[in-house]
Every structure is written in structure tokens, then in C-alpha cells.
């Protein structure tokens, strides 16, 4: 595949390129608002509460905010069960799509609220939905935006890919599983170098599921935790460390057969 000229991109329609920039802003944000009114019509949804709970209602960006959310949520999870799942999983996928921080609070009250299997799977659906919403994002409006500011970025990024071009699915498990690269810039950049929807999907989909289980277990001890870095211990961190290298594995096969027989 012939790499991404950056910048050709970026001189090659001259002016232009300024005006891709300012219309692919005004797209992401009619985007942004679109989905925020679909999060207003999710949390409106909701069954009516008292003025000291709805406070509460909001993004958690601290533990003690998820410990207040988990709080309220869980007295109305057993009457409007099904509400309170889709808060969660519109949630999610709107700070997965525009990689807004505050996730890992959110798989942490999962974990408190939900059955751990059903936990689970909402995290790492949710995580790679809106993962590949901010790839599709980026392929219809982000491309001038991320040519123009992560040139040197991007085709760093560029190489690394196309040496494991045919392991890709597993590449991006050990990618999500470690924290080399940060997720939202594997996502804006991913569409560019031409990585393919399916293997992003489902290599996000597996390899958040290690860190997602530390995450649901800590949820089920919410009120003990002090902050949201007591859901990686030492010893978990080992376990993550093992499950990345276990996603290698199949690469090396892959390379050593290659070699054996070719």
C-alpha cells in the first residue's frame, strides 16, 4: 500500500486545505450536538427523581462521582432496568466516540451495577462501537484535521502497521491491551493508513476485555475504592502484561512457519 503523503495532502489544493479544515469542524460539530441531543433524550427518559438525586446524574469524572451515580442508579435498576442500561451504553459509546475521558469510571460502575458477564460484554461493545464511530468519524471528516496537526504522528503510525500488516487483528489486541498508544489516536489515525473496519472492530472488541475484567471486579468493591487507579494492582498489571504477550503469539507462529516454508 503506498504510504500517506502528508504533505502533498496538505499543499496539494493550496487554499483550500483551509477550507476541508473549517468544514470538517463544522461537521464533527453538528455531529457532536446531534449525538448530545440524543444523550438529552436518553436522560429525560429517565423516571422522575428527587431534586438531591438528579445532581448526581451527570459524567463521572472522580470516583466519588461514580460512587453518588452508582448510588442513585442502583435504587431504580431493578424497576427500570432497561432504562438504566441504555444510559449506560449511550453513554459510553458517546465518550468512545469523541475519546472523552471518563470511561474507565463508567466500566467501574458496570461492574457494580450489572451482573459481571453482562458487565463485560456491554464494556467491550460499547468500547469498540464507539471506537469505530470515532474511525468513521475520522474517514468522512477528521482527515484534514489529523493531516494538519499529527503529520510526523501518523506516519510513524503508518509503519508500525504496515510491518504487521497481515497480523493486524492481533496487533490491535496488543495495542488496546497496552498502553503504547493512546486509543484515541489509534482511532482518528487508523482510518487514514487504510486499516480496515472488521479487524479494528473486533480487535478492540478482544482486547480491552483483560482491562475491562479488573475494571467490572473493582466495581463490585465501589465503595472501598478511593480513586480509579485501585483497579490495577501490581499483580493485575502482571496479568495484563501476560495477556499481551499471549496476543503476540500467533504473530510469532505466523513469522516462524513463514520462515520454515518459504
Known amino acids: 500500500m503506498p504510504e500517506v503523503d502528508v504533505k502533498a495532502q496538505k499543499t496539494e489544493s493550496g487554499s483550500g486545505g483551509e477550507m476541508d479544515t473549517r468544514q470538517a469542524l463544522a ?14 433524550f436518553v436522560y429525560t427518559s429517565f423516571p422522575h427523581m428527587e431534586p438531591e438525586e438528579y445532581q448526581h446524574i451527570k459524567l463521572p469524572s472522580e470516583i466519588e462521582d461514580a460512587k453518588n451515580l452508582g448510588r442513585v442508579l442502583s435504587r431504580y435498576k431493578d424497576k427500570y ?14 465518550l468512545q ?23 463485560l460484554l456491554l ?38 502497521v504496515e510491518k504487521h500488516r497481515d497480523n493486524l487483528l492481533f496487533y490491535i ?32 472488541f478482544l482486547g480491552v476485555a483483560p482491562p475491562s475484567i479488573l475494571a467490572v471486579q473493582a466495581g463490585t468493591t465501589l465503595y472501598e475504592l478511593t480513586s480509579s487507579t485501585d483497579a490495577f494492582s501490581f499483580t493485575s498489571i502482571i496479568l495484563l502484561a501476560g495477556a499481551a504477550v499471549l496476543s503476540l503469539i500467533p504473530i510469532i507462529l505466523k513469522n516462524q512457519l513463514r520462515e520454515k516454508f518459504d
Open 173 to 204: 489486541i496488543f495495542l488496546r491491551i497496552t498502553p503504547f498508544l493512546p486509543n484515541w489516536f489509534i482511532n482518528i489515525t487508523s482510518p487514514i493508513i487504510n486499516v480496515p473496519l472488521t479487524p479494528f472492530w473486533l480487535g478492540t
Open 81 to 94: 432496568y432497561l432504562e438504566v442500561l441504555s444510559g449506560v451504553f449511550v453513554t459510553y459509546i458517546f
Open 123 to 160: 464494556i467491550c461493545f460499547c468500547s469498540a462501537t464507539g471506537a469505530s464511530f470515532c474511525y468513521l468519524l475520522s474517514y468522512l471528516a477528521g482527515r484534514p484535521l489529523v493531516i494538519k496537526y499529527l503529520p510526523e504522528k501518523v506516519k510513524s503510525w503508518q509503519g508500525k
Open 27 to 40: 461537521t464533527l460539530m453538528i455531529i457532536f450536538l446531534v449525538s448530545i441531543s440524543a444523550m438529552v
Open 97 to 119: 466516540t469523541f475519546a472523552i475521558p471518563g470511561s474507565i469510571f463508567l466500566s467501574i460502575l458496570s461492574g457494580f451495577l450489572l451482573r459481571s458477564e453482562v458487565a
